[in-house]
């Protein structure tokens, strides 16, 4: 038995191509026709099933799985950075201690932001014999309702907390070990950590292709709603530096170990169990030898944390809700310094005279500094001297190339 469709959407659409977003005019899409067995997803050209295939990593003896904390509560950034700088880790259930454990529904985020707040959207498509990732904005009312049964659809890096701080209030307690962020000294809303906490929103079967961030950051995710399926290996063996690892991710796919199926504009694809399995057979070249690979399911309330420069890829086994937060601690403070060396010596002077000891940190971030660097000469040179390092970040696509599922 049909049910009559939901009401379409006007949005404007581009598709990936060769690299570039090529614009395809505004189109109007249908939403989706309800039946008795759910919606069909006809959310804009029809989408191959191979798009949304969820890897079955637990059926490979040599992935590992992802060690899982239970008792951290008594964790100290000391003990935290010895055992796990080099480590991912789950920490179980820290998440359900937060307000946006049980919060964040579909219907809290709509009300809290606005259904009619223009959202980037995007969803893997197949054109013919060809895969494409087709991005569109769309109202979030929209997304929240086309989410629940499209598959693949997916809000990825939204950054809702700088228009609506209240949201970031849900994200806390967080544990000193993982609230060790030493950006958030600096008094400049450029490293503000409302621009460094994005949410991640998608439907079964969106994805995050496999990559490592930028800047040598550290990241946690933590799962608010639904399950996410995650791989991770090291990449800090890869020949290219970080400002180029763009590279490093087009070296997965030469190598075959990856497939370029699927893929955004920022990363090229996804690792394959096929791929795994040839290299641990040592039937691929071209890649770093002896590297480890770990999986896991992520659920809701649970928390991972994932190294400065470790490759990982993410699927959506269910709809599923997320916020991550990037930044640089003493786990990654030289890692962060090399990534700067690289592209500007001078923001690499300016960092370390910023939050390069202890006092320096205390010292920017008290207040008596804050209200220096926010008036008249101290604002000024503060601020020329954030627009160094924020230009050298964003110059190799820092903060704005950051991508995390």
């Known amino acids: ?42 959310f804009g ?29 008594r964790l100290t950034p000391e003990e935290f950075s010895v055992t796990y700088r080099d480590q991912p880790v789950i920490f179980e259930g820290l998440v359900k201690q937060w307000p946006a454990y049980g919060k964040w529904s579909r219907e809290f985020l709509v009300g809290a932001v606005g259904s009619e707040t223009l959202v980037d959207v995007r969803r893997p498509m197949a054109l013919g014999s060809h895969q494409h990732q087709w991005a569109a904005k769309v109202p979030l009312g929209v997304f929240a309702r086309e989410v629940q049964t499209t598959l693949g659809l997916y809000l990825a890096e939204w950054y809702a907390h700088p228009r609506h701080t209240a949201l970031l209030a849900d994200i806390d307690p967080v544990p000193d070990f993982l ?3 030493w950006l958030a000294s600096i008094p400049n809303d450029a490293f503000n950590t409302l621009h460094r906490t994005p949410v991640y929103w998608g439907g079964f079967g969106s994805a995050t292709d496999c990559h490592f961030d930028n800047s040598n950051t550290v990241t946690w995710n933590a799962s608010i709603m639904g399950t996410k399926r995650w791989l991770l290996f090291s990449g800090r063996t890869f020949p290219e530096p970080t400002w180029e690892r763009k590279r490093a991710s087009h070296r997965l796919i030469r190598s075959g170990i990856a497939t370029p199926s699927n893929h955004t504009l920022k990363f090229s694809g996804f690792v394959t169990v096929d791929g795994i399995e040839k290299y641990v057979a040592g039937k ?15 659920a809701a309330g649970d928390l991972i944390y994932v190294p400065w420069r470790w490759f990982h890829q993410v699927h959506n086994v269910t709809e599923s809700i997320s916020v991550s937060r990037y930044y640089v601690s003493r786990e990654n403070y030289l890692a962060y310094l090399t990534f700067l060396r690289d592209i500007s010596r001078t923001a690499t002077v300016a960092m370390r005279l910023l939050i390069g000891s202890k006092r320096a940190r205390r010292v920017v971030g008290s207040a008596r500094a804050r209200r220096v660097f926010s008036h008249g000469v101290g604002k000024v040179l503060f601020s020329r001297l954030a627009r160094i390092t924020t230009g050298a970040l964003v110059s190799a696509q820092g903060w704005l190339d950051i991508a995390l599922g």
Request: charged letters at 20%.
């Open 179 to 181: 609230d060790d962020d």
């Open 284 to 298: 691929l070249h071209d890649l770093p030898e002896n590297l480890t690979f770990y999986w896991a399911d992520v």
């Open 1 to 42: 038995m049909l049910h009559p469709p939901v009401r379409p959407a006007r949005v404007h659409l581009s598709r990936q191509v060769g690299g570039k977003a090529m614009p395809t005019g505004e189109l109007l899409i249908p939403c989706g026709v309800l039946t008795d067995h759910g919606t069909a997803p006809t």
């Open 45 to 73: 050209a029809p989408m191959a099933d191979s798009l949304v295939d969820i890897p079955d990593y637990a059926r490979l003896e040599h992935v590992r799985p992802i060690p899982r904390l239970r008792a951290w509560s």
